[in-house]
């Protein structure tokens, strides 16, 4: 196998809970254009999608997105089960270290809002999925690109690396 190129048999996909900034949205949406996968954006973003913004940090990737929007969180729930997809929340209040959990093809990974997180109901329900990622009590919480950067290559290393 070429390890320069993706292997097509990673199917993990990125979800936004109702994102705040384009250029993070941006920068996930061309992350998971590099990695061949889906992002979803569940609920209203706090800006037009189509935004300059948000097309600036996607760069000329942004055409070959897979973006799927859900309404709001029960659709994406419902999209989920019926999809047999399992949620994995990243939330600093994860059960699980986001580099000694078992990622599998059919996962969603949920990321929160860069102001607030996830709201609780999403991951309740999920929190022997949920991961975190240690860091420093100096800092409330990670830039969510560069979560959503090291959750999924550290999946994609699980999945096709291992």
Same mark, same amino acid.
């Given at each position: 196998?070429?390890?320069? /190129? !993706? ?9 936004? =809970?109702? $994102?705040?900034? $384009?250029?993070?949205?941006?920068? %996930?949406?061309?992350? *998971? ?10 609920? /209203?973003?706090?800006?037009?999608? #189509? ?9 000329? =990737? &942004? ?5 799927? /929007? ?9 999209? *989920? ?5 399992? %949620?994995? $929340? %990243? ?11 078992? =990622? ?18 999403? &991951?309740? +329900?999920?929190?022997?999925?949920? %991961? ?8 409330? #919480?990670? +830039?969510?690109?560069?979560?959503? @950067?090291?959750?999924?290559?550290? @999946? =994609?290393?699980?999945?096709?690396? !291992?």
């Amino acid at each position: 196998m070429n390890e320069k /190129k !993706i292997n097509e048999n990673f199917n993990i996909a990125l979800a936004l =809970y109702r $994102p705040e900034i $384009p250029a993070n949205t941006g920068n %996930i949406g061309r992350l *998971c254009v590099g990695l061949n996968i889906s992002l979803h954006i569940v609920s /209203k973003p706090s800006f037009i999608i #189509s935004s300059k913004e948000v097309k600036r940090a996607g760069l000329d =990737y &942004w055409e070959n997105l897979n973006l799927i /929007k859900h309404e709001n969180e029960n659709t994406f729930l419902e999209y *989920c089960q019926i999809n047999n997809k399992r %949620i994995v $929340p %990243i939330t600093k209040f994860g059960k699980n270290r986001y580099d000694e959990f078992q =990622y599998s093809n059919n996962d969603i990974l949920l990321l929160g809002r860069e102001s607030t997180g996830l709201r609780e109901s999403l &991951w309740e +329900n999920d929190l022997e999925n949920s %991961i975190y990622i240690p860091m420093s009590d100096n800092v409330r #919480s990670i +830039n969510v690109s560069n979560t959503a @950067a090291i959750v999924v290559y550290e @999946a =994609y290393r699980h999945i096709c690396l !291992i």
